[in-house]
Every structure is written in C-alpha cells, then in structure tokens.
C-alpha cells in the first residue's frame, strides 16, 4: 500500500494550495480517509477527512471555513483544498486512511510520507 502526497509549498498568507495524495494497494473506494499535519515540536493533529463515498466527516476548529476535502475514488486520489492559508498552518501534511473514520492517529494504518507546506508572513 501506497499514499503518495503532493502539492506542498511555500504560500505566502493568505494564499491557496491543493494537496493532493494518490492512493495505490488497495482499493481507494473501500477506505475512509483523513489529513492530519503535524507542525516543528507539536503533535500530529487531524484536520477532516471523508467516508468511503465522499461524505466530510468531522472538521477540526483551526481550519473550518478554510480547508476542504474530497475524493475521487475512479482515480484513488483525495484532495485538500487550503484558502486563507496562515502562518500558523505551517506544517507537514499527512493523508491517511482506514477502513472506518476517525480521528486519532492510532486509528489509521496506512500513512503517506508528508508534504511540507510552509505559508509566509
């Protein structure tokens, strides 16, 4: 199993980027997924994720409003979309998934390496 993400960068505040992470090993449609980040000497946090079929599930306080999430299981890729994007979201990105939503890191078995998305004040 396989998650590739990409679409990290340097943003300047207030920018928009796209993540994107493409899924390989299993059948993408069978699986929730989630982000999470994890910014220099803090926890990896989640931020939302979908069910099996695209239904957002929870949404994390910091990037409500902000941040959104799909996927599109003919091509076993997910997305997150960040607007506004803060100094503070500074971080490394992580998609994941499961075979049941969630939100704690322990719940997920299958990680993608990061990607970095620094924003610039």
């Known amino acids: 199993v396989q998650l590739q993400a990409s679409g990290g960068g340097l943003v300047q505040a207030g920018g928009s980027l796209r993540l994107s992470c493409a899924v390989s090993?299993?059948?993408?449609?069978?699986?929730?997924m989630a982000w999470f980040r994890q910014a220099p000497g803090k926890e990896r946090e989640f931020l939302t994720g979908t069910t099996r079929s695209g239904v957002s599930t929870f949404v994390a306080d910091a990037v409500k409003g902000r941040f959104t999430t799909s996927r599109d299981n003919a091509k076993s890729t997910a997305y997150l979309q960040m607007n506004s994007l803060k100094p503070a979201d500074t971080a490394v990105y992580y998609c994941?998934?499961?075979?049941?939503?969630?939100?704690?890191?322990?719940?997920?078995?299958?990680w993608g390496q990061g990607t970095l998305v620094t924003v610039s004040s």
């Open positions: 090993g299993l059948t993408f449609s069978d699986y929730a």
């Open positions: 994941a998934v499961d075979d049941v939503p969630g939100t704690l890191v322990t719940e997920y078995d299958y």
